[in-house]
């Protein structure tokens, strides 16, 4: 069960707290109107804001959307706080030599270590759930920001060939960090099972977006029926995993690349006017099919696997095997 709002209020002080923080950014953005770069002035503000306006709406009240909002607004605060300051001291962005870009990595990857640290305070004090995922995020950035920095990425021309495979490998170890969560709490009744949910949504596009584009598909033009083959075979091996872990975040983050690929191929064989129509229904389809019948395909999927890993996955649907 995913609880999101608990009533319209949550709509409505999520409404007045995006206008507060639209116009702590904009005092902010007046102190450093001449600077270019991000606004520290700005994210100090929003920070602060966000911060205080937790200590009521997500302290006392525990409203999940506005507490959700406020998390958010306060780590991008954070970090646009430390790079804002970081870049002005090297002079602005405009003003950064080739040297200069690798030091601004190296001044990025410092901004998101204490932007985690941050963050874990943050968890420290009010426990919203998508904060561990925000840190896991923050964490990935530390590492690829490094890496960038030691490889010299800034200043390469093959700079995405190497950024992919560390986005991919990120995802992969922030979906491992989502299970060890979804294990803790295998009937997902806590809080914990919360944190495995952000963890999750957060893991899949990382994982998704390097493996399409490795299939040649981001581009949207020009996919080959074998790659589109490759497209649909990778979607089912990720329909395979969310089903197990009965988690449907892998499904949805590929499911952009999916309708691009059927769309083309539909295109390709020429069904021209009809090419969006029909992606729609063969996948609307299927999903709406395998929604209907998740908990009984799941069951005989898990049957499948060897007892200790069954021993491992959640509990819904599983009260024969577990």
């Known amino acids: 069960n995913f609880r999101l709002i608990n009533s319209f209020n949550d709509i409505f002080v999520t ?30 503000l929003i920070a602060g804001t966000a911060w205080v306006l937790a200590e009521l709406f997500t302290k006392k009240r525990r409203m999940a959307l506005p507490s959700i909002l406020l998390l958010l607004a306060f780590v991008g605060g954070v970090f646009v706080t430390l790079i804002g300051f970081g870049i002005m001291a090297l ?20 901004s998101a270590l204490l932007t985690a640290a941050a963050t874990w305070v943050h968890w420290q004090r009010f426990k919203v759930p998508i904060t561990v995922a925000a840190g896991a995020a923050a964490v990935a950035a530390t ?7 030691a490889f010299g990425l800034a200043n390469a021309d093959n700079a995405q060939n190497v950024l992919l495979p ?24 806590t809080r914990r099972s919360d ?13 998704a977006h390097p493996l399409f584009y490795w299939l ?5 033009q020009d996919i080959s029926p074998a790659a589109a083959v490759g497209v649909l075979c990778v979607y089912i091996a990720m329909g395979l995993v969310a089903l197990m872990v009965d988690r449907r975040a892998l499904l949805v983050s590929a499911l952009a690349y999916v309708l691009v690929t ?55 649907g599983l009260a024969v095997t577990a």
């Open 143 to 149: 590492v690829m920001t490094a890496l960038g920095a």
């Open 262 to 316: 059927l769309t083309s191929l539909f295109d390709r064989f020429g069904a021209v006017e009809l090419n969006v129509a029909l992606t729609a229904l063969v996948i609307g389809s299927a999903l709406l099919t395998l929604s209907a019948f998740w908990t009984p395909i799941r069951q005989a999927l898990v049957r499948l696997l060897p007892g200790p890993m069954q021993q491992k996955l959640p509990l819904s």
């Open 195 to 207: 944190v495995a949910f952000w963890l999750h949504l957060l893991a899949a596009p990382m994982i």
């Open 216 to 220: 040649g598909v981001t581009g949207g």
């Open 166 to 189: 560390m986005v991919f490998m990120g995802g992969l170890a922030i979906f491992a960090y989502a299970m060890r969560w979804d294990i803790s709490d295998r009937a997902r009744t």
């Open 15 to 44: 409404i007045a707290a995006v206008l507060l923080l639209v116009a702590m950014a904009g005092i902010g953005q007046a102190f450093t109107a001449d600077i270019d770069g991000p606004p520290p002035f700005s994210g100090l």
């Open 91 to 110: 002079g602005g962005g405009d003003n950064i030599d080739p040297q200069g870009q690798t030091l601004a990595l190296v001044i990025a990857s410092a």
